[in-house]
């Protein structure tokens, strides 16, 4: 795994309070944060649109060929770990390929193809607070928090696994 955290203080701090919230909020979050900042999001990793799209894109056709029940349990299998296929798929992925997964879900739930967030949904507080933080940080510290929140998600690759 390339995964290595992000020494800025700052950023350490927004990555531990997104991981203090439950999981639900932690989706609701990471929605907002697409709807607030998404456009710029693709461009921002430049490495994205060489390194492996279509390993990305075929973890996301997986899920999205899914009932929204079966896709919600499945981002929140990534978050807490779970040792299904799916989500050792997603922990044997790169740091950049990863964000281009969630950035795919995003778009997805924009298109309806991905479970939407609830009408009405509501932040709690610690994750509006949070959010603000996000949007209060320089567009490359936001993505090194973004990186270093994704990158420890999903299961552990079993020995032997295609992905």
């Keep these: 795994m ?3 955290q992000t020494s800025d203080p700052n950023i350490r701090e927004c990555v531990q309070s997104w991981r203090k919230l439950d999981v639900e909020q932690q989706l609701a979050l990471f929605w907002l944060i ?3 900042m998404g456009k710029s999001i693709t461009p921002a990793a430049p490495e994205a649109s060489t390194v492996s799209p279509e390993i990305a894109e075929g973890l996301f056709n997986q899920v999205k060929e899914l009932s929204h029940e079966q896709q919600l349990q499945i981002q929140r299998d990534i978050i807490t770990k779970a040792n299904t296929q799916i989500s ?5 992925l790169s740091d950049t390929t990863k964000l281009l997964f969630w950035y795919r879900l995003a778009q ?3 298109s309806g193809n991905i479970i939407p967030l609830p009408a009405g949904y509501q932040l709690s507080s610690p994750s509006q607070t949070l959010l603000n933080q996000i949007k ?3 567009f490359e510290q936001q993505m090194n928090a973004f990186r270093d929140y994704v990158s420890p998600m999903g299961a552990e690759p079993k020995a032997g696994a295609e992905i």
Aim: no cysteine; charged share 30%; glycine share 12%.
């Design 88 to 92: 050792r798929e997603y922990g044997s």
């Design 136 to 138: 209060a940080l320089p």
């Design 2 to 4: 390339t995964y290595t």
């Design 108 to 110: 997805g739930m924009e």
């Design 34 to 36: 697409y709807k607030e």
